[in-house]
């Protein structure tokens, strides 16, 4: 029976949601950089280290039965920092887990290790693919990885692929696509009929809680996505009526798109600070993707329960 739960990245946008959904079912431990603040989080039982150190790990997992590792660098960041954490920390993490005799480890990864195929209903049994994208191929090394590590030390190993994530606590994406509305100069990629990939991170949490009750996700891997999402047509009409701003319509190709943002990835070595716009954000966004959660439905018993205009909406007033 899991008593006592270990996390990392619980400072993080999804790490706050699910402790908000544990906190009342379990003893939690969260850790924390050393000096990061834990605004919202001294309720909880907090231990402070960093898990690309290995040694500042030492004793923090020991009396956890279970360890929640979500902690990991999102989006667009250099390659040297994106292995260091996904795959560099995970490992630590794991090692300090086997150590400390933990039975049960959940992994939160992505659905970026399938190397973003469009238009081809995706289920978990989908062969990885690297694309040179740091984020996606670092998730998909840290996944091989503990996969390896718990089939040899016999830990009960789950991990969970979510989407995208968006809701109430969102510092990325939500905040970088109003801006962009709001300067007039956004485009829509293709011919916006797509539909948007996200989650909203209510559900995520959720699907974590899930995981805990199940017995029969021990050694699974589950899709985490809303398969009812409207199109980017439709999504960015509601934003725009949300936010009182003209309704922008015109596009751009993800050729170009994609193009134009590999230039400023480029230009951003040289002036020192990320781009404005990234490979990773074109892939995600300018094309269309079909992740399957019948087995999440199945095994999980887990329904997204927002609705994505409505979820946007309740995020942009919490902004």
Not at 94 to 107: C, D, P, Q, T
Not at 224 to 242: G, H, T, V, Y
Not at 243 to 257: C, E, Q, T
Not at 281 to 290: L, N
């Amino acid at each position: 029976m899991i008593k006592k739960i270990f996390i990392t990245g619980a400072s993080g946008f999804i790490g706050r949601n699910v402790v908000k959904r544990l906190k009342d079912k379990y003893e939690l431990t969260l850790l924390l950089l050393p000096g990061e603040p834990a605004t919202g989080l001294s309720d909880q039982n907090i231990v402070r280290g960093d898990v690309t150190r290995l040694k500042s790990l030492s004793g923090l997992i020991k009396g956890h039965d279970t360890v929640i590792h979500m902690a990991g660098a999102v989006g667009y960041q250099s390659w040297r920092k994106t292995l260091s954490i996904n795959v560099g920390g995970t490992r630590n993490v794991m090692k300090k887990a086997i150590k400390a005799g933990v039975i049960r480890f959940i992994y939160m990864s992505s659905v970026s290790v399938y190397g973003r195929v469009p238009d081809l209903r995706i289920a978990e049994d989908q062969p990885f693919k690297k694309i040179r994208d740091p984020y996606g191929d670092t998730k998909l090394e840290a996944e091989q990885l503990i996969w390896k590590l718990a089939d040899k030390n016999r830990i009960d190993l789950t991990v969970l692929r979510p989407t995208a994530v968006y809701g109430e606590g969102d510092n990325k994406f939500l905040p970088t696509l109003t801006e962009n509305l709001k300067s007039g100069k956004f485009r829509i990629m293709g011919d916006g009929n797509q539909s948007v990939d996200l989650v909203n991170v209510k559900d995520v949490a959720e699907a974590v809680y899930l995981t805990l009750l199940r017995p029969e996700s021990i050694g699974q891997v589950y899709n985490i996505a809303n398969e009812e999402n409207p199109s980017w047509n439709e999504f960015l009409r509601a934003i725009s009526k949300e936010l009182d701003i003209p309704y922008n319509d015109r596009h751009i190709s993800y050729k170009l798109a994609y193009r134009v943002a590999g230039l400023m990835e480029f230009l951003s070595v040289f002036r020192n600070k990320p781009p404005k716009h990234s490979r990773y954000a074109v892939r995600m966004i300018g094309q269309q993707y079909d992740y399957s959660i019948q087995k999440a439905r199945d095994e999980l018993g887990f329904e997204p329960s927002v609705d994505l205009i409505t979820g946007i909406r309740e995020s942009i007033k919490s902004q």
